[in-house]
């Protein structure tokens, strides 16, 4: 099977948004534009559906199920209903917190490296819930915590959140509405994490990939615990790695590598764009990667480029919608590409 990528649409955001500021689901696509407007737009054509005024366009988006979140730079968390656009509540004086994280009824919003402990929201009136979690104090750096399922019967929701420290060699599970700790695990090595603080990859099947130092690749089940999946004999780039069955991509400043598990073997792919390597993330069973300026490559299972295209504008993250488009967004620019499989 061969991979096509090819761009749908491009998208001018008159001001370069931060990248945090764009949220996808499947048929939904949210992103802070012009200054101080959160704008819905249709994921297939870019035709606006309704905007809102903000205070501006630096913050995040999160979509959960039929809520989408801005949190501004300014410090106020809004609410709106993401079919109809009509806001819900705000909460303001939430300044010094940087990202949105949603687990079940409750959101998660902390600080850029660690500056602020986690704060817990009520999704449904937007009160802040009393206490501090642990493993949250300020002064270390958090990664952004990663809601996971603890019952794969419920729909969108998650029962709890993972949470891990740039200095704390484990892994905590708690409990998102009561804050409890559900699982803890130690670590040959800390969390790697990039200042986005982006750390964990999940799959499909409910595994969670991460970096323990700059070499160890670890996966964790909350049901039966960690392990080591690989190790690598060079330093990795602080980015989550990528895992779907039992192949493994590895990011590298001079390329990407391949791991087929079950083999133990591996494929460098550094015959790229000149550049270094940005985040991927996975596709139809490929994976698919950001270089340097604005070039995309989709990489095999066999280590091989799938498929490759350049973008209007330089990426500073994509974002899968959970089927077969990847948003890309970067310097006042959101682009859609389309990823099919068609065969060989």
């Avoid at 958090?142 to 019967?153: G, I, K, M, Q, S």
């Avoid at 603080?197 to 099947?205: K, Y």
């Avoid at 083999?263 to 950001?290: I, N, Y």
Wanted: overall charge neutral; glycine content about 10%.
């Amino acid at each position: 099977m061969d991979q096509q990528v090819r761009v749908l649409w491009s998208r001018l955001l008159h001001l370069r948004s931060s990248a945090a500021a764009l949220a996808a689901a499947p048929g939904i696509l949210v992103v802070a534009e012009r200054h101080s407007r959160l704008v819905r737009l249709d994921p297939q054509t870019g035709v606006p559906l309704w905007e809102q005024n903000v205070e501006d366009c630096w913050g995040t988006t999160v979509v959960a199920g039929d809520r989408c979140l801005y949190l501004s730079q300014a410090g106020v968390l809004h609410c709106f209903d993401v079919h109809s656009g009509q806001r819900t509540w705000s909460t303001p004086k939430l300044c010094l917190c940087h990202y949105i994280i949603v687990a079940g009824s409750v959101a998660f919003l902390s600080g850029w490296r660690g500056y602020r402990p986690l704060i817990r929201v009520d999704l449904t009136s937007g009160e802040l819930f009393p206490g501090q979690l642990p493993g949250s104090a300020p002064g270390g750096s958090l990664a952004w915590p990663l809601p996971v399922r603890l019952d794969p019967e419920r729909s969108y929701t998650a029962g709890a959140v993972l949470l891990a420290s740039a200095s704390e060699a484990a892994l905590l599970l708690v409990d998102a509405l009561t804050g409890v700790t559900r699982g803890e695990w130690s670590l040959p090595e800390p969390v790697r994490f990039p200042d986005s603080g982006v750390a964990f990859s999940a799959g499909e099947d409910g595994r969670i990939v991460f970096l323990s130092g700059r070499r160890t690749v670890m996966v964790l089940h909350p049901a039966s615990g960690v392990e080591i999946l690989w190790r690598h004999d060079r330093d990795l780039r602080s980015l989550p790695p990528i895992l779907s069955g039992r192949t493994l991509w590895l990011t590298e400043d001079t390329g990407v590598t391949t791991i087929d598990l079950d083999r133990s073997s591996r494929t460098a792919v550094m015959h790229l764009p000149p550049g270094a390597t940005g985040e991927g993330v996975p596709v139809s069973g490929d994976a698919l990667f950001a270089r340097a300026g604005n070039q995309l490559i989709a990489v095999n299972r066999a280590g091989e480029i799938a498929a490759r295209v350049r973008l209007p504008a330089r990426i500073d993250r994509l974002l899968p919608d959970g089927r077969s488009l990847v948003h890309a967004i970067g310097k006042g620019h959101l682009t859609t590409i389309d990823i099919s499989t068609t065969p060989t």
